[in-house]
């Protein structure tokens, strides 16, 4: 099934922060992080600056011609300090889903001197305005809340980072929510899957990925290769099941 007609590689990386995103290098606009995939060779990416979806647009744009596919996100802070980033296959699914839930956000004013510069800028890196509130705190969502609204929304919800003493699922709730209908997990790229699993047993029953949570240039890795018909949520949902010659490969597992 793996030569099923229709079926494409993509190389993926689905943690990407741009210059919005306070704890980002300047280095994260929109050409470079393109030119950084291009010669990686990833050719799917995901945009998921903190709390805020407004720099996916500008990296969308940024890749028209270069045959990178670009999926609008954004990595959200829930109540309960977890993060998760959530993906989607369009801008409109996503402003609508940011409309839903940006009522959740404190308005808190960013401290550039402490927190960072906060950037919203075009395909070509240039610099729009400032984003003021401060894209690092909490939203009032829970965790259930969130993925419930990103459901509606069409959305793919996916624990970041679980194993991180700060802000990951596992240390901060210490158990993963059965209420929770969640496809995969996302872990942090500095260690085995064989080792998480290792250390959370329960994450053996999920499917699991990794990603560079990309706050620097470098830190663009493309360790998931999905066998798909398209760059589609729906898609990466059925590789991870091995649906219909669909397939998930990590390239960390290979490399390490």
């Known amino acids: 099934m793996a030569g099923q007609p229709g079926l494409k590689k993509f190389t993926a990386e689905l943690h990407i922060h741009t210059v919005l995103s306070p704890c980002a290098s300047i280095e994260m606009i929109p050409p470079l992080i393109i030119q950084e995939a291009i010669s990686k060779d990833i050719n799917l990416l995901a945009i998921t600056d903190h709390n805020s979806i407004a720099n996916a647009w500008a990296v ?10 670009v999926l609008p996100g954004i990595e959200l802070q829930t109540r309960e300090e977890i993060h998760s980033i959530i993906l989607f296959d369009s801008l409109d699914q996503a402003d609508d889903f940011y409309t839903a839930i940006r009522p959740s956000f404190p308005d808190i004013k960013n401290n550039i001197e402490y927190f960072g510069e906060q950037f919203i800028v075009d395909a070509a890196g240039v610099f729009i305005r400032r984003e ?29 980072h679980i194993n991180r003493e700060a ?25 085995s899957i064989e080792a998480i699993q290792e250390k959370f047993p329960q994450a053996r029953n999920f499917h699991l990925i990794q990603n560079g949570d990309a706050h620097t240039l470098v830190d663009i890795r493309g360790y998931n290769v999905f066998t798909i018909m398209a760059p589609t949520v729906s898609e990466m949902k059925m590789a991870l099941g091995s649906q219909s010659g669909r397939s998930l490969q990590n390239r960390f597992m290979l490399l390490h």
């Open 60 to 69: 969308m744009d940024a890749a028209q011609g270069s045959g990178i596919a």
């Open 132 to 160: 003021d509130r401060l894209l690092i705190a909490s939203s009032r969502l829970t965790l259930k809340e969130a993925w419930q609204v990103t459901e509606q929304h069409g959305g793919w919800l996916i624990p970041a």
């Open 167 to 191: 802000f990951g699922l596992l240390p901060v709730l210490g158990l993963i929510p059965t209420d929770i209908d969640l496809d995969a997990l996302e872990v942090s790229n500095h260690v």
